[in-house]
């Protein structure tokens, strides 16, 4: 039997972090995992950073730190031009160093979107500017020629456990940091997970059974979103104090 924990998408938010990593060192969980994205947006870059690298934890990188360490600072959006300002060339060579996606123990993968594109979603579909979890047919189609009985992924920060018709099993914790964001790129939508709890998963693996807990927990969210106020960003603090976009539509 294996237990462990999966983290994704933190974004900087070092309180939300610190919630998590002490609910998992309670829970006497020594095995994380963490999915990426660990910096990009107006919080606590540089401190988030810090922390991971103290932690002998299994690190791959997500689309927002391949952006960090591969693109011009010049052409970054706001989020990714942020942290890439108060990072310093410590922490851009350790976010550099980590693997996109990587095979790990246990016939498990690791991947932040999926193991080919870290932009992608795996357990969700964009609809009518929304997310809707994956099909069986779109989960066949997206996983039919990979080897893993159990697929890990985070990037659309919404907690999810899907079956592919083949018996594996996708899992994706939910975001530690940022419960809503508005993506306008080819394909605009929302992601809305509805509370600001910080997330992440547990997942035990015994025999051939695969059994996951999503903990939700709350932590000084208020915190989160003066931070983003005071860095200019008055969506990221409607997004970290509500889970919703908009929370004024609702």
């Known amino acids: 039997m294996i237990r462990f924990a999966v983290v994704s998408d933190i974004h900087g938010n070092i309180h939300a972090l610190e919630q998590v990593t002490a609910d998992i060192a309670r829970r006497g969980i020594t095995s994380i995992v963490n999915l990426g994205d660990h910096a990009s947006g107006p919080l606590w870059p540089r401190e988030t950073v810090d922390l991971l690298m103290t932690l002998s934890w299994v690190h791959i990188g997500g689309n927002h730190d391949r952006s960090l360490t591969h693109d011009d600072p010049g052409s970054m959006g706001p989020s990714d031009a942020y942290a890439h300002k108060l990072l310093e060339p410590r922490h851009l060579q350790w976010l550099k160093g980590l693997s996109p996606a990587m095979a790990w123990s246990h016939g498990i993968l690791l991947c932040h979107g ?46 999810r456990v899907v079956h592919a018709a083949n018996g594996m099993v996708i899992v994706n914790p939910g975001s530690v940091g940022l419960q809503a964001y508005r993506d306008d790129g080819s394909h605009p939508h929302v ?34 979103a003066r931070q ?20 004024g539509e609702r």
Not at 129 to 151: K, Y
Not at 197 to 223: E, M
Request: charged fraction near 25%; aromatic fraction near 4%; glycine fraction near 8%.
């Open 114 to 159: 999926t193991p080919s594109d870290d932009m992608a979603y795996l357990a969700d579909t964009v609809e009518h500017g929304r997310l809707r979890r994956a099909t069986p047919g779109e989960l066949t189609a997206r996983v039919h020629d990979m080897e893993a009985r159990v697929i890990l992924c985070g990037h659309s920060h919404t907690p």
């Open 191 to 224: 992601v809305e997970c509805g509370s600001p709890h910080a997330r992440y998963a547990i997942v035990t693996i015994d025999g051939d059974a695969c059994s996951v807990d999503h903990v939700a927990l709350p932590y000084d969210h208020h915190a989160a």
């Open 228 to 247: 983003a106020r005071k860095n200019g960003r008055p969506e990221w603090a409607a997004a970290l104090e509500t889970g919703y976009v908009d929370s």
